[in-house]
Structures are given as structure tokens and as C-alpha cells.
């Protein structure tokens, strides 16, 4: 048998301190449950009178009563915890007291019940026939039950009955100590460790699991404010991660005070506390509330436990250790390289489409220069902390010194969703610090060989995104191609232009289908070089928001177009509306609500004039999020367009739900609308499922009157595209309108 640790080898119950534990009113012990069964009225008035204030073996006396054999059965079946049955032969027939026998040992299944046979007629159930040939523990005259004689019958078969119980007791226990250990053993971390001692000491007494398991990682002097909750059970369950000394209850607090001033096991009146010493002076001391005394059975047995689960407790520390070593990274205390690796495995088995996404901080190098190691170390920590915080379902570890992995389910590591971690600055010192992260992605599929392949995959994804877009993404594929140079120095220009008021915005009209009359306009952002070239939208927008710039240009483009439609209020009579793209990066941002805000209140506009434009494909992500943001703009006054709708998946049910105003008809359902093979089915679908859901419809890039006279036939709202105006500029904008308040006369 293993040796047993110094404190834990005997079960010691101390004698309560009155100064320290608080009082606890003493259990009074439950009965001796005992069944009369007589269908003579008398009889069980005798028998009560007999046992009337009598204790047995330091117990009280229960009586139930019964006055026939299937009433005896009732009670039987529904009462618990009978020890004895005093049994009349003669009732409804001669034999129904030798029929009940065999009905409660092979029927019922009470084995350990002590039957006591009762008769005023002895032949009709002659002793030695009854005792031979039924399952019963005495046989008794009536006329011989007196006091004295019914008191040393009762306590001989109730002695015989807590024998039979306890043995059992012990059998079941010893079976459930082993079992435990086996478990307890086996257990994830010392934290499901310590829960699961709860349980065991639970099961094992019979009693509820709520308890208490604290410890000590380290020697401290001020032992008594260092012991911390590592795991609570039942009314307890609040308690975790709490100070000792912060414990509510102040039973428990003091209970356990005790338990570790005395470095011994306590059994009080009203709770069990063990004590264990673990190697590295890891102490543990587990609490469970008591509803009643513990027999001499269940002592015995707490004292095999604790033996267990000493021994359990140092190879639970000593494989603690090692896995820790072996898997977690020594600076931040989070999984390392080689957990990482193995996790991907489980990720892969357990999620239908799993993600390695690796995240490097960019320019850390120059960062820890700047601030100095120890700083730059806290702000690793925080990345990581951000990270657990941001992504709890997904495995997060460090893999080398500035990046970080992740493994988990597709959609929630997406490209946006890790970023936007990053979009607030780090607190350094008082200091606010802003960094940016790069990200290489792996999605895993069947082929996928193993954890260190996925690694090795999404960390050629990451060179490649480093090598082309610092602050972007890159996706692993076979035929990943080399970014070049350009692309650097377009976001270098970019940032640039932006800062040098390189940026200008167009508008372009949007008009009634049926008049022509202008109803709104969009602002578009554009860029013009220093040498007069125009880069096109979709060259710097992508790299705008990769690069997390679209946070600050969409905010100078919604200030911008917001004070332009001041303007033209004042230069025209048409009632314009003006419709501003938002893209998912700004829209997804914690601060966008206050930047709209901001922008209605510096402005000075209408919201009921602004339209905010926002793609099919960021409705359909995180639904239940953006919901919530479309509703708290539509609070506001401010209208909502789907954009390029019919190029996503929105369902019907969900668009229901949103918060929408108008839906915007894709140029390439436009551009079907001409022709000999004019095909206008889709065009008028999205215009019907509109009319059904009160919605208006706008349709982009009309370029022919062709085109025009179909979505007058389909009923369209409005139209916008090259047939009615061009992208203009203010000045050539306010003369267009000009032009349309002329034609309108």
C-alpha cells in the first residue's frame, strides 16, 4: 500500500473551538423506523404505549402502522427506511402474514428489513415451520411482547439490521472509493481534480454536493488570506475563484480556518473538512456542509478516502506539472507550439469546418525597442488576454515569439473578426498603443494530415500576407502567388493621400423611375495622384479596409458627405437624400454608433435625408449582431439600403426581420435587361419580394433607355447609372440639379 502523506494517513476529528467555528445547533438522530402490522386496533395501541420514550442503541423509536397486509405493502413501498416489521400471521386470512413475507423479501426487494412474526394463535404458524421455511428474524407470542420483552426484541434484530446496513455500506463505499480514485486520477487539470473530490465525498455520505475545495499553491505567512477556491459545488458555486477570506458563508470561512490552523481533518456537527498536504506545499482542504452525524461506518471509510485520495493528489500535481512544462509557454501562461499542434486534431475531428488562423503582431521588434522588453512582454500578454477574451471557443496559444494561433470554427475566425480585436488601443503605462496584426489562414479539410501540417500550411499563408499587405490576411493555396511591391507602396500612398487631402468625394444622382425627378444621390469616394491619375475604387478600397484605414476614411467620408448634403439643401428645392457605403470593418466597430452620432449632431442634418448603404454579405454575418445595429440606426431616424442585393444568400425570414428601408438591384441583374435575350425575371423578383415586404427599390447602373422601360414595367421605385449622370463632383452636381429643377417646370 502506498505510503501515506504525513497529515493525511488517519482520519483526526478535532474537538470544536468554540472561538473560532461558529456554534452549530447539534442533529438530532433520525429513528428507528418500525412497522406494526396488526389488523387489531389494540395491539398497536400496546405497542406504542410499550415504546413510548424508549431509545434504542441511542436512538428514538418511529412506530408506523398498518392493519392489513396490502396497507403493509403500501407503506412499504412508499416509506423508506423501515427496519423493522412487527408482523401479525392472522388478519384477513390465516396465512396473510406468511404471504406478506415472501411479497417484501422477493417483491419488494428488502433484504435488509427485519421481520419479527407476531401471533395469538400459534398454530395456525407453528415456530419452527415459520422460521424454517420463511424469510423471517424472530417469532413472537403476543402475550410475550411486554414492554421488556417487545425492548430486547427490537433491539436485538435493529442491532442485527445496522450490522447488515453497515456492511453494505462499506461494501458500496469501498467500491466507490476505488472507482473515484480510478476517475480522480484521470482527471483534466487539478481544477476538475478538486470539483470531483466534491462529488466523490458527496456520493460517498450520502449527502448534497454542496461543498468547498481550496488551496494553497505556494508557502505564504498570511496562509489564512492566500487560500483561494479552486472549485465549489452547490449553493457553494459562487464561490470560485474567491480569497478565503472573501468566503460569504461564515461557517464555511471559519470551518476551513480551522482546518488549516490545525492541519487536520475536522468533523463538526455541521460539515465534514479534510485536510491534505501535497508535495511543493500544495495543501488542499476540501468542505462539505453535514445535515446529519456520520456513523462509525462512514468514519471508517472517510479515513480509506482521504488515504486515496493523498495519493491521487501528488500524482495529480506531479502530471499537472509536467503537462505543464511540456505545453504551456513560460512567459504568458497559455498553450505553446506543441499544444497547438495537438489541438488541431480535435478541432478537426469536432468542427466541420475548422480554421488555423496565425496572428503576427506587426513590427514587434521595432515596438519592443521603443518601449523595452518588459514592456513589450505586457503587451504580448495583453494580445493574448484580448485574444481569450474575443475568441473563448476557439484553442488560442503562442507559437513563437510575436504570433500567436488560433484553431476553431471557420466563421468565427474570420479575417474581420480578428482584426477587429485589434481596432482599440493597448493600455501601456497610461499610454495608448496601437498595433496591427498580420494573418496567415489554413482551412482544414480531410487531407489534411496532421496538426504540425496545418501549422506548417497556415505559416506559408502568413509569410506570403507579411511579404504583401502588413495588417492583411492571406488564405494558404497551392498556387499562392508572390504580392509585389506595389501593393505596399499603394497603402503607403494611400495613407498618404488621405493625410494630404488626396481624397475627394463624388456624387452620383439617383432619380424616380416613373418622372426622372432626382430623389437622392451617393457619395463615392475617389483618389486622385499627385500627377492627376485616378486610382480606381476597387484598388484602394480593399486595401483601405485589409489595412484597417477604412475605420478612419469612412469616418471623414459619412462627416464629408453629411455637410455636402447641407450644401445642397440650400442649392436646390429637390428633397435629396444621401446614401453613404459603409463598409463592414466601420460596421462592425464598436465606436460606429457614436461615429454617426457625431456626424448627424456636428452636421447639423436631418437623419430622415441619410441613407446608409451596406452589402448583402454584412447582413448575413452575425445576425443576431447586426440586427441589433441596423434597429439602433433606424432608432435614430436614419434609413438602411441593402446593397448589391441578390448577389448574397439573405433569406426571406431574415430579411423580415431587419431594420431595412430600400433594396438596391445588383448592375448585374441590370444589365440582362436589354436585348433580344432580355431576361427580367430576376430583376422583377427582388422588385415583388420588396413591394410584399414594404420596401422601396433602387436599381444600379442603368446605361440604356431600354433598360429604364423595363423597370418601368416591373414596377422599380428609382434608378441610378450612367443614363441619367455620371459620378459628379459638387459643382458639376449642383449644375445637373439645376438642369433637372428646369426640366421638371
Given at each position: 500500500m502506498p505510503e501515506r502523506p504525513e497529515h493525511d494517513d488517519v482520519l483526526t476529528f478535532l474537538e470544536e473551538?468554540?472561538?473560532?467555528?461558529?456554534?452549530?445547533?447539534?442533529?438530532?438522530?433520525?429513528?428507528?423506523?418500525?412497522?406494526?402490522?396488526?389488523?387489531?386496533?389494540?395491539?398497536?395501541?400496546?405497542?406504542?404505549?410499550?415504546?413510548?420514550?424508549?431509545?434504542?442503541?441511542?436512538?428514538?423509536?418511529?412506530?408506523?402502522?398498518?392493519y392489513s397486509a396490502q396497507e403493509a405493502l403500501e407503506v412499504l413501498a412508499t416509506e423508506k427506511g423501515i427496519a423493522v416489521v412487527l408482523l401479525d400471521v392472522v388478519m384477513e386470512d390465516d396465512h396473510a402474514g406468511l404471504d406478506i413475507v415472501d411479497k417484501i423479501r422477493n417483491e419488494l426487494g428488502l433484504v435488509d428489513l427485519r421481520i419479527v412474526l407476531r401471533t395469538g394463535q400459534p398454530g395456525y404458524a407453528p415456530e419452527l415451520e415459520a422460521i424454517r421455511d420463511y424469510d423471517i428474524n424472530d417469532y413472537r407470542n403476543k402475550s410475550e411482547l411486554t414492554h421488556t420483552k417487545l425492548y430486547t426484541t427490537l433491539t436485538s434484530v435493529i442491532r442485527s439490521y445496522s450490522q447488515i446496513r453497515a456492511l453494505e455500506a462499506s461494501r458500496k463505499g469501498l467500491e466507490l472509493i476505488t472507482q473515484s480514485s480510478g476517475e480522480l486520477i484521470n482527471s483534466k487539470g487539478f481544477d476538475e481534480f478538486s470539483l470531483g473530490i466534491i462529488k466523490q465525498l458527496s456520493e460517498l455520505l450520502g449527502l448534497a454536493d454542496d461543498g468547498i475545495v481550496c488551496t494553497r499553491v505556494n508557502n505564504q505567512a498570511d496562509a489564512g488570506h492566500r487560500y483561494t477556491v479552486v472549485a465549489a459545488s452547490g449553493r457553494y458555486q459562487l464561490a470560485v475563484n474567491k480569497q478565503l477570506n472573501e468566503l460569504e458563508d461564515p461557517n464555511a470561512k471559519c470551518a476551513l480556518e480551522q482546518c488549516i490552523e490545525k492541519k487536520h481533518n475536522l468533523l463538526l456537527d455541521n460539515a465534514t473538512v479534510l485536510y491534505f498536504s501535497g508535495r511543493s506545499g500544495c495543501d488542499l482542504i476540501a468542505f462539505l456542509d453535514q445535515t446529519r452525524k456520520l456513523?462509525?461506518?462512514?468514519?471508517?471509510?472517510?479515513?480509506?478516502?482521504?488515504?486515496?485520495?493523498?495519493?491521487?493528489?501528488?500524482?495529480?500535481?506531479?502530471?499537472?506539472?509536467?503537462?505543464?512544462?511540456?505545453?504551456?509557454?513560460?512567459?504568458?501562461?497559455?498553450?505553446?507550439?506543441?499544444?497547438?499542434?495537438?489541438?488541431?486534431?480535435?478541432?478537426?475531428?469536432?468542427?466541420?469546418?475548422?480554421?488555423?488562423?496565425?496572428?503576427?503582431?506587426?513590427?514587434?521588434?521595432?515596438?519592443?525597442?521603443?518601449?523595452?522588453?518588459?514592456?513589450?512582454?505586457?503587451?504580448?500578454?495583453?494580445?493574448?488576454?484580448?485574444?481569450?477574451?474575443?475568441?473563448?471557443?476557439?484553442?488560442?496559444?503562442?507559437?513563437?515569439?510575436?504570433?500567436?494561433?488560433?484553431?476553431?470554427?471557420?466563421?468565427?475566425?474570420?479575417?474581420?473578426?480578428?482584426?477587429?480585436?485589434?481596432?482599440?488601443?493597448?493600455?501601456?503605462?497610461?499610454?495608448?498603443?496601437?498595433?496591427?496584426?498580420?494573418?496567415?489562414?489554413?482551412?482544414?479539410?480531410?487531407?489534411?494530415?496532421?496538426?504540425?501540417?496545418?501549422?506548417?500550411?497556415?505559416?506559408?499563408?502568413?509569410?506570403?500576407?507579411k511579404e504583401s499587405l502588413r495588417g492583411g490576411h492571406c488564405y494558404f493555396t497551392k498556387e499562392m502567388e508572390q504580392e509585389?511591391?506595389?501593393?505596399?507602396?499603394?497603402?503607403?500612398?494611400?495613407?498618404?493621400?488621405?493625410?494630404?487631402?488626396?481624397?475627394?468625394?463624388?456624387?452620383?444622382?439617383?432619380?424616380?423611375?416613373?418622372?426622372?425627378?432626382?430623389?437622392?444621390?451617393?457619395?463615392?469616394?475617389?483618389?486622385?495622384?499627385?500627377?492627376?491619375?485616378?486610382?480606381?475604387?476597387?484598388?484602394?478600397?480593399?486595401?483601405?479596409?485589409?489595412?484597417?484605414?477604412?475605420?478612419?476614411?469612412?469616418?471623414?467620408?459619412?462627416?464629408?458627405?453629411?455637410?455636402?448634403?447641407?450644401?445642397?439643401?440650400?442649392?436646390?428645392?429637390?428633397?435629396?437624400?444621401?446614401?453613404?457605403?459603409?463598409?463592414?470593418?466601420?460596421?462592425?466597430?464598436?465606436?460606429?454608433?457614436?461615429?454617426?452620432?457625431?456626424?448627424?449632431?456636428?452636421?447639423?442634418?436631418?437623419?430622415?435625408?441619410?441613407?446608409?448603404?451596406?452589402?448583402?454579405?454584412?447582413?448575413?454575418?452575425?445576425?443576431?449582431?447586426?440586427?441589433?445595429?441596423?434597429?439602433?440606426?433606424?432608432?435614430?431616424?436614419?434609413?438602411?439600403?441593402?446593397?448589391?442585393?441578390?448577389?448574397?444568400?439573405?433569406?426571406?425570414?431574415?430579411?423580415?426581420r431587419l431594420e431595412v428601408d430600400r433594396l438596391k438591384i445588383d448592375k448585374s441583374f441590370v444589365d440582362k435587361l436589354q436585348g433580344d435575350t432580355a431576361d427580367p425575371r430576376l430583376s422583377e423578383m427582388i422588385v415583388n419580394l420588396a413591394k410584399d415586404l414594404d420596401l422601396e427599390v433602387i436599381a444600379e447602373g442603368v446605361e440604356t433607355d431600354e433598360q429604364l422601360e423595363w423597370l418601368k414595367k416591373i414596377n422599380c421605385d428609382e434608378a441610378q447609372g450612367y443614363f441619367f449622370a455620371r459620378p459628379l463632383e459638387e459643382t458639376w452636381l449642383i449644375e445637373w440639379l439645376r438642369e433637372q429643377e428646369q426640366r421638371l417646370l
Open positions: 473551538d468554540v472561538d473560532t467555528v461558529a456554534a452549530s445547533v447539534p442533529h438530532k438522530p433520525d429513528p428507528w423506523r418500525v412497522l406494526s402490522v396488526d389488523d387489531d386496533d389494540d395491539v398497536h395501541v400496546t405497542t406504542q404505549l410499550a415504546l413510548d420514550r424508549v431509545e434504542i442503541l441511542g436512538k428514538p423509536v418511529e412506530l408506523l402502522k398498518a456513523d462509525d461506518t462512514e468514519k471508517r471509510l472517510l479515513d480509506v478516502f482521504c488515504s486515496n485520495i493523498s495519493v491521487c493528489l501528488n500524482n495529480v500535481l506531479m502530471l499537472s506539472k509536467l503537462h505543464h512544462y511540456a505545453y504551456f509557454d513560460s512567459l504568458l501562461d497559455i498553450p505553446n507550439r506543441l499544444a497547438f499542434v495537438n489541438s488541431v486534431d480535435e478541432y478537426k475531428a469536432n468542427i466541420a469546418a475548422a480554421s488555423v488562423v496565425l496572428v503576427d503582431v506587426d513590427q514587434f521588434s521595432a515596438i519592443n525597442d521603443t518601449i523595452g522588453i518588459s514592456n513589450g512582454d505586457f503587451l504580448l500578454g495583453a494580445v493574448a488576454q484580448r485574444l481569450k477574451d474575443e475568441f473563448s471557443g476557439s484553442y488560442i496559444a503562442r507559437v513563437s515569439g510575436d504570433v500567436f494561433g488560433l484553431v476553431g470554427d471557420r466563421e468565427a475566425l474570420s479575417p474581420e473578426k480578428v482584426r477587429e480585436v485589434f481596432y482599440l488601443p493597448f493600455d501601456m503605462a497610461g499610454q495608448d498603443q496601437l498595433i496591427s496584426v498580420t494573418l496567415g489562414l489554413y482551412d482544414l479539410d480531410d487531407k489534411t494530415e496532421s496538426g504540425q501540417e496545418a501549422l506548417k500550411k497556415a505559416n506559408i499563408a502568413l509569410k506570403k500576407a509585389t511591391e506595389t501593393r505596399f507602396r499603394l497603402l503607403h500612398n494611400l495613407r498618404k493621400a488621405f493625410d494630404g487631402d488626396r481624397l475627394f468625394m463624388m456624387y452620383q444622382p439617383q432619380v424616380s423611375v416613373a418622372d426622372g425627378r432626382p430623389v437622392g444621390v451617393e457619395a463615392l469616394l475617389r483618389w486622385r495622384t499627385e500627377d492627376g491619375a485616378m486610382i480606381p475604387p476597387d484598388r484602394f478600397i480593399p486595401l483601405a479596409e485589409s489595412s484597417g484605414l477604412i475605420i478612419h476614411l469612412g469616418e471623414w467620408v459619412m462627416r464629408t458627405a453629411m455637410l455636402q448634403l447641407r450644401r445642397l439643401q440650400t442649392q436646390t428645392t429637390f428633397n435629396l437624400r444621401m446614401g453613404i457605403n459603409v463598409s463592414m470593418a466601420q460596421f462592425r466597430h464598436p465606436e460606429f454608433l457614436g461615429v454617426l452620432d457625431r456626424a448627424i449632431a456636428e452636421t447639423g442634418v436631418d437623419p430622415s435625408n441619410i441613407e446608409l448603404e451596406v452589402t448583402e454579405s454584412i447582413a448575413m454575418i452575425d445576425r443576431l449582431a447586426v440586427s441589433r445595429t441596423l434597429s439602433s440606426i433606424a432608432e435614430r431616424g436614419v434609413k438602411i439600403a441593402i446593397d448589391d442585393f441578390g448577389t448574397g444568400f439573405s433569406s426571406l425570414s431574415y430579411l423580415e
